[in-house]
Every structure is written in C-alpha cells, then in structure tokens.
C-alpha cells in the first residue's frame, strides 16, 4: 500500500480474527500502537490471548465484563459502559504487559495496546475518575477524555484519549506534529483516529445516522509524506506515521468522536507537539472566546 491506502481505512477494511478492525505491526511502516475494534452479540466472546502488549479497554457502546488473567490469577472486571460515545467518559481497563484477557458483553468495545515486556499494575478507572478536559474555545471547542495519559494512568508507552467535537466545530486544530525528538518541545509518536459519527443529540435526525460524517486531514512534514484528506464515518481509522494532521472537523448536523491512540519509541513517555507555523497563530484569537456551551458531554440524566 502507498499513499493514502496506507494511512486511511474505511470501517471493515481491516477485519480480522473476529474484530472489526486491527492494526499492529503487520501492517507495513507501523511499529509502536495498536488498536482493535469488535462488535459482541450475547454469548460471543472477543479473546486477547498474546502477551508482552500493554492494552486499553474502552466501551464504546454497552457495557462488558472482562476475564484476565496474570501469573497463574483469574480474574473479572466489570466495565459499566455507555449508550453510545457522546453519553460521556466511560469506566476502562488498563491490562498489564503479562495479562491476557477474554471480553464478553453486548456492544461495540476498542482495545488500544502497545508492544512492551515492562509490566505496569492492571487498573480499572472508572468514569468518575476520568479527567475531562475542555480544550480550545468558540468554534474551536471539544471535549477531551483523559483516562489514558501520562497524568492520569501509569503505563510504559501507551497514551490514550477520546476526543468529542460538536457539530460545526474543529478539532485536532491548529494541525500539529509529534515526529522529531525536540527534549521539552516535541516527541516521537505513532498515532491512531478511530472515528465515530452521529446526528447531535439534541435535534438531530435519528434516521441520519448512517450518514453521519466529519472530515479528517493529514500532510507531510520534514519526516515523511502523507497526505489524507477525508470523509470519516464511524469505525473508519486513520493512521499518522508523521507529519502534521487536523484538522479534524464536525459536519454540520453531525457530532464527531475519535479515540487517539499514541506510543513513540523515545524513552520518556510525554504527549509534546509542534503546531504547523502556518496556522500556530490561531490559538491566539481563542483569547476571550467561550466554551461551547453544549460542552461538557454528559450521560442522559447528568447534571
């Protein structure tokens, strides 16, 4: 694969071994992250029998109950999940570099990994202890989900978040870079959108949700070429090896969700980026900007 076939996949695309989707290092150029997407039905399991991978286990939609096992100890954990991605954080499970696991539930459920022999302690976060953050402002607001950074879980290279963009908003903006190794400015990281899609919540159209889109872009940058310019609709995937990507945009009438997944081969474990400096100048007018007034994301019923 060349060009954008490396980097852009449409839902389905990269189905394998029971999931959805897959993306390890088989895939050519891809080295650091990992994610796998698959849909359960009762009764059907998901099964992640390899060790020497650190993983991420996120609802997407339902909830699960996973069974782990490490050094010779079985045990359960039960992920109490959400309606869909735009129902606020859900609870997630950080599975150590020596566990395996089998997930059962009904819904829709992403694993994000990244190879390592470093073992970390397995810890369930719940979504009360997910860090929400608002980034940006006006137009440019989201909604970020932190349960997976530096600051908020301890792992050995895996950094992973979720990312809510209203409809007519911009995220992943300005477009920005983490392929050069900069100490205190820039770090090397592999990144993963997964991305899902649907009419807003409030007003939108129930029977348009298969429509449902946003717009994705990736360019070069001094440390390779890239170039994706697209549509996304729920379970497509991007990759960005290098180079500057975002914007990442919410059609009007749609909301627009992705998970980041990121692991870079540099020894410290840090999200550090670099804005394209044709662009970097727009952070500035968010000065005296609002948030988004239909942020924060909530579950039905929350205050």
Known sequence: MTGRDAWFHRRGALDAEGWESIVDERLP????????????????????????????????????????????????????????????????????????????????????????????????????????????AGRSSRQVHNFGTPQALDAERLIVCEVLTPAENWSSYPPHKHDEHVPGRESRLEEIYYFEAAPTRDGGRADAADDAFGMFAAYSSTAGDIDVSAMVRTGDVALVPYGYHGPAVAAPGYDLYYLNVMAGPDRERVWLITDDPAHAWVRDSWTGQDIDPRLPYRAEGAQ
Do not use: K, Q
């Open 29 to 136: 150029g891809w080295e650091h992250t990992g994610l796998r997407v698959g849909v359960l039905a009762e009764g059907e399991v998901l099964e992640l029998a390899d060790t020497g991978v650190e993983r991420l286990i996120v609802p997407l939609a339902g909830s699960f109950t996973v069974e782990h096992t490490e050094g010779g100890t079985a045990m359960e954990t039960v992920l109490a999940g959400r309606p869909s991605v735009f129902h606020g954080p859900t609870d997630v499970l950080y599975l150590s570099s020596a566990a395996t696991a089998v997930i059962r539930g009904i819904g829709r459920v992403a694993v994000a990994s990244s190879p390592t022999t470093v073992v970390h302690p397995t810890r369930h976060v719940r979504a009360a202890e997910t860090p929400v953050e608002l980034r940006g």
